[in-house]
């Protein structure tokens, strides 16, 4: 029987493209009754916020909007962060939501209610709500599948507290792990974030709800690593690694949003570039949705770029660009009526803009709604079916990185559990968690989800008279008071899972997260003494890393017994990783980023050319400690009976297939990987590129036969005069458990040079039999 790969394996038709019938006539007319105040009023946001909370950048210094009820009286755009800027009871914050949509119905002169935003990365921020996995464990877990499901469950929740869309998926291609951001990240692959993120779209838009796609684009390539920080990325590099995942997105899952990147590339802010926001999304790539702004990004044209002399400066240049909507207020954007007043900007921009809002909104049903109906009055966000989803997940996303025969850990063993992050649950989550973004500003209120630390999993897991622990120093400080309670515990058990990582959090309250860069990739604060004090003892070391990025560890992959890699993993994660010490769950995950050897190596992507590696003139080699796509398991696969065609022509597709055996003694998930170098081209090409996946799971000594077929366009690349194309030539093939190579071949494509458009094949397909 042969099993097709539907969701990872290539595009689902777009939906039916919502001009030219009868609705679009609907929305100019509606256009045209409207006056300018109405006109700007649906390009704005309106946020209420309070003294002290600081979840966006620079928050604090923007001017008070004054009341809602007084900023909405011409209407609203966008309602921002309703649910998620504070703990609210959501039932009650809904029947709030109903009444105000309402009043927007029945008290302004149009009647359009306000679309209402949120974040949703590892689920919809809210008090009381799922949080699952962070997006780097998406990327770890390469299913695909999962991910939408994932999605859906999450635009379900969002649809029915009355959010119409949301602020995710972050489809920014890691190129520094320094860099704060990496956490909400997939990958360091444009395939792996393309597929993983378009998935994500399809799932949470499956709900009748709009995704959002950011941070378009160039933001994860930053300088040093800085948030905000200048981005000097050739075209080639942009249009090559930087701007596919948007691009499938767009043209495969019909994202309806996209979100501008805060930065500037090569000395243009990205909210003021039309050939960013116009000429590649709208005339190349045909998006019709809206684009909104980053959260106060129109302003900083003026307050952080200098590029715009005034606020109203500001708005004119991204208004102009093809930036539609001014999140999370309107600081720039109100002044809009004077400048049209004055002849400064052209109301046709703003008529530009106002029928895109017009048409998302139509096509959310927000212009027929009258919210006469019910608000829900009982509402369970975390219930049992999404808690199952956020346990496959974060079980399929934990990475074996290294294990010296200790793992599984054998049964009646006594187990010491130290480290800053054996017992906090927000050392489970990240950034843009709702608990690390919001409930860590409001102190005593409770988490409202049922998170088992990793220590209440270990008890759980061996039973509690086996376990014992202590914290040993905190995530970030130079105290080191509880070394020695560490140490004696460690001392007295017969093997220590010391949990160390992160602690996500903002602008600086964190040691990763969003403002939370790092010039070095040691581990934070005294850990690393920690551990080494643990190791000096001479019990065996099982090293877990709860983090938002990856750590230069390489003093204890040889050193430790075994050690584990989970990407915050979400309000299951805690369990999933227990179940892998124990070798109930066995592992599976792969690495979505390589594991450093140092800092002073980044910027380092394993998409790099021959001289990349740092091998040739020079005495820094850039040579990680595991490469992208490493994840150990507790059986063993082999592969077999590769097959690559001789030839292919340039316009075709490269059918490839792999025998692929569970030789151990257990059940487990193995994550083919097939890779491609192009030996000669007329630009420096990756000496390995990912150029499809696919997870399978296998019985002891099951077999199966993946095959993958690969559009040539896979291996396509901007040349010379920056147009993308296939071009004829050598390309070397394999198949491997990471980048490495395991089994190889080579195939030759043939014919003339073949330009790439948007109706080329992006996607890898693959089959079982």
């Keep these: 029987m042969t099993e097709v790969h539907a969701v990872v394996d290539g595009p689902a038709p777009a939906q039916q493209r919502r001009d030219g019938h009868a609705d679009e006539t609907r929305v100019r007319e509606l256009l045209g009754r409207m006056t300018l105040d109405e006109k700007i009023a649906q390009l704005v946001g309106f946020w209420e916020k309070e003294d002290g909370e600081a979840v966006a950048p620079l928050q604090g210094e923007f001017a008070d909007t004054g009341r809602l009820e007084d900023f909405s009286r011409h209407g609203l ?6 649910y998620g800027t504070r703990p609210v009871d959501a039932a009650a914050r809904a029947a709030w939501l109903w009444k105000f949509q309402r009043d927007l119905v029945t008290g302004t002169r149009l009647g359009i209610p306000a679309l209402v935003h949120e974040e949703c990365l590892t689920g919809l921020a809210a008090w009381k709500a799922a949080t699952f996995p962070t997006p780097l464990a998406w990327g770890a877990a390469c299913d695909p599948e999962l991910v ?55 799932g949470l838009q499956s709900q009748g709800v709009h995704a959002t796609l950011k941070h378009f684009a160039g933001y994860s390539a930053s300088r040093a690593g ?118 400064a900007v052209d109301e046709a921009l703003v008529d530009r803009a106002v029928l895109r809002v017009l048409r998302q909104k139509r096509d959310l049903g927000l212009l027929d709604a009258t919210f006469d109906d019910e608000p829900p009055r009982v509402i369970d966000l975390d219930p049992p079916e999404h808690r199952s989803i956020a346990r496959r997940l974060a079980e399929e996303s934990v990475v074996l990185v290294a294990n010296q025969g200790v793992l599984p850990l054998a ?36 988490t409202g989800i049922e998170v088992p630390t990793v220590l ?48 996500a959090g903002l602008f600086g309250r964190g040691t990763v997260g969003e403002g939370c860069d790092r010039d070095d990739l040691e581990l934070p604060g005294v850990q690393r003494e920690l551990v080494e004090a643990v190791l000096a003892t001479g019990t065996p070391v099982v090293l877990v890393l709860l983090t938002g990025r990856p750590y230069a560890v390489g003093w204890a992959l040889s050193r430790c017994a075994a050690v584990v890699q989970a990407f915050f993993p979400g309000e299951e994660g805690a ?37 990349g590696e740092g091998s040739n003139g020079t005495n820094l080699p850039a040579t990680p400690l595991a490469p992208f796509g490493h994840g150990l398991s507790y059986t063993t696969f082999a592969y077999a009976d590769l097959t690559v065609p001789a030839t292919v022509p340039t316009d075709g597709a490269l059918r490839v297939t792999v025998r692929v055996t569970n030789t151990g003694a257990l059940a487990g998930d193995d994550v ?30 099951q077999s199966v036969t993946v095959a993958l077929t690969v559009p040539t366009t896979r291996l396509a690349f901007s040349d010379r005069t920056l147009t993308r194309v296939v071009e004829p030539g050598e390309v070397e093939v394999w198949v491997g458990t990471s980048v490495r190579r395991d089994a190889a071949a080579s195939t030759t494509l043939t014919g003339p040079t073949v330009p790439v458009t948007n109706a080329s094949a992006r996607w890898t397909t693959t089959e079982l039999s």
């Design 456 to 503: 209440d999993a270990v008890r759980g897991e061996f039973g509690p008279d086996l376990v014992i622990w202590a914290g040993g120093c905190d995530v970030d400080s130079d105290d080191r008071s509880g070394f020695d309670e560490a140490v004696a515990t460690a001392s007295a058990a017969d093997v220590a899972v010391l949990v160390v990582g992160d602690h």
């Design 672 to 701: 083919v990987q097939l890779y491609g170098h192009d030996v000669v081209a007329s630009v420096t090409r990756p000496v390995a590129q990912l150029l499809g996946y696919r997870r399978v799971r296998l019985e002891p000594g």
């Design 226 to 343: 800085r948030n905000f920080a200048p981005v000097h990325a050739g075209p080639r590099e942009l249009a090559d690694v930087l701007l596919p995942p948007f691009e499938m997105a767009i043209l495969d899952g019909d994202a309806r949003s996209v979100m501008h990147s805060y930065t500037e590339i090569d000395g243009v802010p990205v909210a003021a570039d039309p050939t960013m926001l116009t000429g590649v999304l709208r005339d190349r790539w045909g998006f019709d949705g809206t684009v909104v702004a980053d959260y106060y990004a129109v302003a900083f044209l003026n307050l952080l770029h200098h590029v715009a002399a005034d606020n109203a400066d500001a708005a004119a240049q991204a208004l102009a660009a093809g930036l539609d909507i001014e999140l999370p207020t309107g600081d720039a954007y109100l002044t809009l009526r004077e400048s049209v007043r004055a002849g």
């Design 77 to 82: 755009g966008h309602l921002t962060r309703a």
């Design 148 to 202: 939408a499901e994932m999605a859906a469950a999450i635009g379900a929740s969002m649809r029915a507290l009355g959010i119409h869309q949301g602020l995710s998926p972050v489809l920014d291609v890691i190129r520094d792990p320094r860099w704060g951001r990496v956490d909400e990240c997939i990958a360091e692959d444009p395939y792996l974030v393309g597929t993983i993120g378009t998935s994500y779209v399809r």
């Design 575 to 611: 369990g999933a990783i227990a179940a892998v010490l124990s070798g109930r769950v066995n592992p599976s995950g792969r690495l979505p980023v390589s594991l450093p050897g140092s800092a002073g190596a980044q910027p380092y992507s394993y998409l790099h050319p021959t001289l």
């Design 411 to 446: 049964p009646g063993r006594r187990v010491a559990v130290v480290g800053p992050n054996a017992d906090r649950e927000g050392a489970l989550f990240g950034c843009y968690s709702f608990l690390n973004h919001v409930l860590v500003q409001h102190a005593g209120v409770e």
